[in-house]
């Protein structure tokens, strides 16, 4: 089975930057999305990137267009997540997930991520 663990959370200055990265462990000869979701105290988890498996396809919701950068080194195995010009309301855990389902495009719907890290957190002072 597959299993995903983020790590590069931390604590930031607002208009700092982090990576995040998603390391993705088991046996698998599958091609498949992947993404970036966080959740913040009291709110529900809201979808912040996606992409597709080869990387040359990504999405981004209005409020991290610009300033998030989703990748992917499939060789290692890993998913990244480049965050820039921080701010406090980007504080929340954010977790990765895969949708093993999903072969030729990205997906922004929680209900097609099939397999889910357990989060890192991410907070911006201010």
């Known amino acids: 089975q597959v299993q995903l663990v983020e790590s590069g959370g931390g604590l930031v200055q607002a208009g700092g930057s982090l990576r995040l990265s998603c390391v993705v462990s088991g046996r698998s000869n599958d091609r498949y999305a992947m993404g970036w979701f966080r959740q913040a105290p009291g709110k529900e988890r809201e979808f912040v990137a996606a992409?597709?498996?080869?990387?040359?396809?990504?999405y981004y919701p209005d409020p991290v267009k610009g300033r998030f950068t989703i990748s992917r080194d499939n060789a290692k195995n890993t998913l990244y997540l480049q965050m820039n010009t921080l701010k406090p309301e980007d504080t929340a855990v954010y977790y990765c997930a895969s949708a093993r389902r999903v072969y030729t495009d990205y997906t922004t719907r929680q209900n097609e991520y099939d397999t889910w890290g357990q989060g890192t957190q991410v907070t911006v002072s201010s």
């Open positions: 992409v597709n498996w080869s990387g040359g396809n990504r």
